[in-house]
């Protein structure tokens, strides 16, 4: 049996030299990636302040390629985006009511402390000092849930909301670049 603590403390030692090489060789990657790339900075920097030195007079010889036009802006449903946002507006009264749930599931797990009046000093006097020790951070927690901004009305969401009833009409498409028509005229 003996021999197999020897094979296990073997073991144990080759994969920590393993590990030891792998690390050192990683390490040593690292730090020449590192070097590489203060070396590149201080080119960049000598190409910079030789250009500044000696600005070019002439148009590069070189032709410029000219990139190709971009594709036309995508265009923007704001039927869309207010059912977006009345969706939104919905999850939040949803996280809302659920907070407030939760809210009244704690008061309701804290009620326990009524049912102790009969019981004796001792066990009476334990239970206090558990449910006590347990009211202060479920109140802090509550506190904060209740400072949340999702726990609060969105007035933002209503006004982003009525920006965007008043800039288009419902089921209006505006395209980016391109000037919607005045009905007016």
């Known amino acids: 049996m003996q021999w197999l603590g020897w094979l296990v403390a073997l073991v144990v ?3 920590a030299s393993w590990l030891v090489h792998a690390w050192r060789g990683s ?18 920097d000598t190409l910079h302040a030789e ?8 148009a590069p010889s070189m ?13 923007i449903d ?14 939040l009264e949803e996280y809302r009511e659920r907070n407030r749930a939760y809210d009244a599931a704690i008061q309701h797990c804290l009620q326990p402390v009524e049912m102790l009046i009969g019981a004796d000093e001792q066990t009476q006097a334990a239970a206090l000092g558990h449910i006590d020790a347990a009211r202060k951070p479920l ?4 506190q904060a849930v209740q400072k949340a901004a999702l726990s609060r009305n969105a007035p933002t ?29």
């Open 139 to 142: 109140f802090a927690a509550r």
């Open 51 to 58: 250009r500044v030195a000696n600005p070019v007079t002439e």
């Open 13 to 15: 030692a080759l994969v």
């Open 157 to 185: 969401l209503d006004a982003v909301r009525a920006s965007l009833a008043v800039a288009a009409p419902a089921g209006a498409v505006v395209e980016e670049g391109k000037p919607e028509a005045d009905p007016e005229v």
């Open 27 to 44: 390490r040593a990657r690292a730090d020449a990636l590192f070097y590489e790339k203060i070396d590149l900075e201080n080119e960049l």
């Open 78 to 91: 704001t039927a869309q985006i207010g059912a977006q946002l009345d969706e939104l507006a919905a999850q």
């Open 63 to 75: 032709p410029v390629a000219v990139p190709p036009p971009m594709p036309p802006a995508p265009a």
